[in-house]
């Protein structure tokens, strides 16, 4: 650790030069860049905030953890600022004084990890915080967080100070007081964030404390950058119960299956740990179990168990949608490749497993064109499927696939699939939580759950709501094959603003599923909009190209290496090419690339492009209908966001004196990083006054 930081490294009045954690993480990175430790200040600022879009650092107790794995990391190095008036890192209770900025390399070792896990966990001992809050002078604040004065915080120092071992969670996690209690209620738990380097171990630590608190015996293993080390497969079994506190799947997870659960994120583990492991007691008293282990998914991935029914039902959408878009992509793509080959009649082609010449090109289009038709046939189960999957785990997965077949057999469409998975999840939910004798339980995931919610599932289907959603499918394929002029281009504009918004995000993957669920059941109409959808993504990623090539000193270093990249991601119709910039400078990115995607999306109406392909940018341009007008239609978003996006951040840069470094301060300002303060960053720009 007295590798890590200094007495440079520190800043005790942070408030007299920052006012935003965006401008606090640029004045503590500062300093690193002065002692060598970072290498390009604006990429490594780019890589802080685009980790802290990810989450929140702030944490409960004034603390603000900003933290990063960073290509512009020379070494492991952590800086520290304290800020009398509080900096809003976005934690519950408000502002934090103690800020700690941690800059690791991408190649980082383990052992420098665990250094800066055990740092983690010290954050979580009241008595370290205070005596930071009391330091009189940097060297002395230095020298408290490497440990030369630990004695100051009690006997032996503050939590987990002891080192690197401090860190392995599964040796040391168990509560001395109740070890030798057979009464005692033993709890096991997993703890795991993005990154891996700080929520990881302060949620663990946390958890620990609680437990020692409540005469709980607690085991946790801290699955972080730094490693980990299994729990004892007998500890495990002997667990009255399981608490999860994760932002990122829960690695072998099985191993836990059959126990009361408690499943969160991460910061739920830091914020209220005697909340979880009150639930966790309330759960195993019910005899409420999970039913089965699950595998890795997006759902993992998902918030706190406060968040609002609006955020859980986008995650479970959001966990099907991202499961049928590897079958969308390959089953368009090879229809698509079939039309092409074979002409627009290949889809009378006789069967080719009846009827396949080896040398006649319209049997290879043939077999594209069947393969392709299998694969999309699985588009509306696999949405149901993995939508009651992220509502309920795998023990959704057979009522939600038979839910989107019957939606199949209806007619009900993509409609009919996002209804089918919501039933599904929601009646595998409702089995779940009766309570079952104990010699049941074994049997409940692999024959009880899947009978009855299959059962229950396709009855609602076939005669409940199915044949309303049908009816509904139908009026939306006849409205949008009737749409043109005036209609048609306001639809064009709105899925160019949704493609845009958020790159890639939520309302990104919304206008897309729309435009794909189309393609199961293509019209004239449908192509449109899925030939709309297409050109709006590819705007933000090109347009970031041509500004950092036309207008370069308006952007950082690394900004003109992304829009080399840049290039090759927006024509292949990869959106998210342009979330680099947008992390940097939002204000100016996001508004200028929904200019453009707006117009892109209009044009392509107006000109009356189709598109049976749901991906592949330029490279699937022969199968558009109206090509040409189609590249004039993305041609002119990329303009339009150029123009728009040039002009934004070309304003700032007159605030700058002439004669006295306008270029970096240009390129510092034109980051975003420096938060809306607009704070003059006197350190790196030179003046004349």
């Given amino acids: 650790m007295t590798d890590m930081i200094t007495a440079d490294l520190v800043d005790l009045e942070l408030d007299l030069s920052a006012e935003t954690k965006e401008a606090a993480a640029r004045a503590l990175a500062e300093r690193m860049v002065a002692l060598g430790r970072v290498s390009d200040l604006e990429g490594f600022l780019a890589d802080v905030a685009a980790r802290e879009a990810q989450m929140p650092t702030g944490l409960d107790g004034g603390i603000g953890i900003p933290h990063c794995r960073s290509a512009h990391v020379t070494e492991p190095t952590l800086a520290f600022g304290r800020s009398a008036r509080g900096i809003d890192f976005g934690a519950p209770d408000g502002p934090a004084d103690l800020i700690f900025l941690i800059a690791a390399p991408a190649g980082a070792d383990d052992a420098h990890l665990t250094i800066l896990s055990s740092l983690a966990r010290q954050l979580m001992d009241a008595e370290f915080t205070a005596a930071l809050r009391a330091a009189s002078d940097a060297a002395s604040a230095a020298a408290l967080i490497v440990g030369d004065e630990a004695a100051t915080a009690g006997d032996g120092g503050p939590a987990g100070a002891d080192g690197p071992e401090g860190a392995k969670a599964p040796e040391g996690a168990e509560a001395p007081e109740s070890a030798g209690s057979a009464a005692a209620f033993r709890i096991v738990a997993v703890t795991s964030c993005p990154t891996g380097i700080a929520h990881t171990y302060m949620a663990a630590e946390a958890l620990e404390n609680a437990a020692r608190e409540a005469g709980v015996e607690l085991a946790v293993e801290t699955q972080g950058s730094a490693g980990f080390t299994r729990l004892d497969p007998a500890v495990v079994a002997a667990a009255d119960a399981v608490v999860f506190a994760h932002d990122v799947p829960v690695r072998d997870k099985e191993r836990f299956a059959g126990k009361p659960t408690v499943d969160v994120g991460v910061k739920a583990g830091i914020n209220r740990p005697v909340e979880l492991l009150a639930e966790a007691r309330e759960k195993a008293a019910r005899g409420e179990v999970t039913a089965d282990a699950r595998t890795p998914s997006p759902v993992d991935e998902a918030g706190e168990s406060g968040d609002g029914y609006g955020t859980k039902l986008r995650t479970w959408l959001m966990s099907g949608v991202s499961y049928m878009v590897p079958f969308v992509a390959a089953g368009g793509l090879l229809i698509a490749l079939g039309f092409a080959i074979g002409g627009w009649k290949i889809d009378k082609a006789p069967s080719v497993a009846e009827h396949f010449i080896w040398t006649d090109h319209t049997s290879w289009a043939a077999l594209l064109f069947q393969i392709g038709g299998l694969a999309f046939a699985f588009l509306v189960p696999v949405l149901a499927g993995y939508i009651a999957y992220g509502m309920a785990d795998r023990p959704g997965l057979v009522p939600g696939f038979v839910g989107g077949s019957v939606a199949v057999t209806i007619d009900a469409g993509f409609l009919g699939g996002l209804a089918a998975g919501l039933i599904a999840g929601a009646v595998v939910l409702a089995v779940q939580r009766v309570r079952v004798p104990a010699v049941l339980r074994g049997i409940m995931p692999v024959v009880v759950i899947p009978l009855i919610s299959s059962a229950v599932v396709g009855f609602l289907m076939f005669l409940v709501v199915g044949k309303p959603i049908a009816s509904l499918q139908s009026a939306l394929t006849d409205w949008l094959e009737g749409l043109s002029g005036a209609n048609a281009i306001i639809l064009g504009v709105i899925l160019g603003l949704m493609m845009c918004f958020d790159l890639g995000g939520p309302l990104n993957k919304v206008a897309y599923a729309f435009a794909v669920g189309g393609l199961a059941h293509p019209t004239d109409g449908s192509l449109k909009v899925m030939a709309a959808v297409m050109a709006a993504g590819m705007v933000p990623p090109l347009a970031m190209a041509l500004a950092t090539t036309v207008r370069g000193r308006l952007f ?70 109206q090509p040409l007008l189609y590249l004039v239609a993305i041609a002119a978003g990329v303009c339009v966001s150029t123009a728009v996006v040039v002009v934004l951040k070309g304003a700032r840069k007159t605030t700058t004196p002439s004669g006295d470094g306008t270029g970096a301060r240009a390129s510092a300002e034109a980051s975003g990083a420096s938060g809306a303060s607009g704070a003059v960053d006197t350190k790196r720009v030179p003046t004349t006054a």
């Fill in 556 to 625: 950082t270093k690394t900004e003109r290496e992304n829009g080399k990249a840049a290039w090759f991601l927006g024509a292949s119709f990869i959106t998210e090419g342009a979330i680099p910039f947008a992390a940097a400078d939002p204000l100016r990115v996001i508004p200028a690339s929904m200019a453009g995607g707006a117009v892109t999306g209009a044009l392509s109406m107006a000109f009356g492009c189709t598109l049976r392909a749901p991906h592949g940018g330029v490279f699937v341009v022969p199968l558009i209908g």
